[in-house]
């Protein structure tokens, strides 16, 4: 009994001793102004999906810049396809999104940055379509043909969170394969320009359905500012997608998102771009997808110039050697470029960017 008490005794002293410490720690922190971020927390409810990308939306939530974002996001058929039987009919609209988030401070001219800190997929199970008139080697009303369209089917593929995988299983024959997951947003924007109202089927210059598999944790996202508060909108959640996402989907999950935002005053961006630790990255929206491309790398030489200090003919020249293009989409009403270059073939960022 006297060693158990002498034993209570020290560990109580000791316990005495960490308390001490961590409330002199939090004092000194309190008195550096090292205070943690905020959290605004939003449970997304049914009757407050959108489908639109617009500022005359009332905010289902306001934040200041250096806030976290805690919410969710429905799958891009509302949650509404979920076994053998279920149609396409089914689903409320086309990806509903989860917003708009007004953010305290943003002005047009400025810049909204969403450094995305964590995705999880928000269930057990994805789904995948085809659908008729979508689909980049399917008859669709852009690209019409003679031969009927490609008929409905629908895939599920359970997902196993221990190995973070999710199974393809054939249709027509029993072969399986294991899908490594990585979940992104298919939709991040913010409200467009000129008080337009945007479909959530559709990418562009305010963001929208960019089907970016960049748009994962560790990347920031920058979108310009056109409205005051910027309004964000999140949603189309994807666990993983090939590139060009050619059959029209990708494998569609709910999402659980934490996200920060930044307002960045006085800066002014024409298109969404991406940054991680390796890369700078831009996006271009457009039909044909040379035209894509080349929007995507004109802003890309203007980062460099503005942000680097290279002149834009050398930028241009640097990347001809050391640029890479990913192909996100062809399937949307716009396709998806993103142009990037490794941050290692450039200068030091110039002061104050």
Not at 176 to 195: D, E, N, S
Not at 312 to 336: C, F, I, Q, R, T
Request: aromatic letters at 8%; a negative charge.
């Amino acid at each position: 009994m006297a060693v158990l008490y002498n034993s209570c005794s020290e560990g109580a002293s000791t316990m005495k001793s960490l308390l001490t410490l961590l409330l002199l720690s939090a004092a000194a922190c309190a008195q550096s102004g090292n205070k943690q971020p905020v959290v605004v927390h939003y449970t997304v409810k049914p009757s407050e999906l959108k489908y639109t990308f617009a500022s005359s939306y009332q905010p289902v939530a306001r934040l200041k810049s250096g806030n976290i974002l805690e919410t969710n996001t429905v799958d891009c058929f509302g949650n509404a396809v979920r076994k053998p039987g279920d149609t396409l009919s089914m689903a409320p609209g086309d990806n509903p999104l989860s917003g708009p988030f007004y953010i305290e401070g943003a002005e047009p001219g400025d810049t909204l940055a969403v450094k995305i800190l964590d995705l999880q997929v928000d269930g057990d199970q994805g789904v995948g379509a085809l659908a008729p008139g979508f689909g980049a080697i399917n008859s669709t009303t852009y690209t019409p043909m003679l031969n009927d369209p490609i008929k409905e089917k629908i895939w599920y593929y359970p997902i196993d969170h221990a190995t973070n995988t999710a199974t393809f299983q054939a249709l027509d024959s029993k072969f399986t394969v294991k899908i490594p997951l990585h979940p992104f947003f298919g939709c991040i924007g913010v409200a467009p320009a000129g008080g337009e109202a945007r479909t959530s089927v559709v990418p562009e210059a305010f963001g929208g359905n960019m089907d970016s598999p960049e748009a994962s944790v560790g990347t920031t996202v920058y979108f310009p500012v056109n409205v005051p508060g910027a309004m964000l909108f999140m949603g189309d959640g994807h666990a993983a997608m090939g590139d060009g996402e050619i059959a029209g989907t990708a494998i569609e999950v709910p999402l659980r998102s934490r996200v920060q935002v930044r307002v960045i005053k006085g800066k002014t961006i024409n298109w969404p771009r991406f940054e991680n630790d390796e890369y700078i990255m831009t996006v271009g929206a457009y039909r044909p997808v040379d035209d894509a491309l080349r929007i995507a790398y004109t802003e890309l030489v203007n980062w460099i110039h503005n942000d680097y200090g290279l002149s834009k003919m050398d930028a241009y020249e640097l990347l001809s050697e050391v640029g890479e293009v990913h192909l996100n989409e062809m399937v949307d009403p716009n396709y998806v470029i993103v142009a990037k270059v490794k941050k290692k073939f450039l200068p030091q960022l110039k002061a104050g960017k």
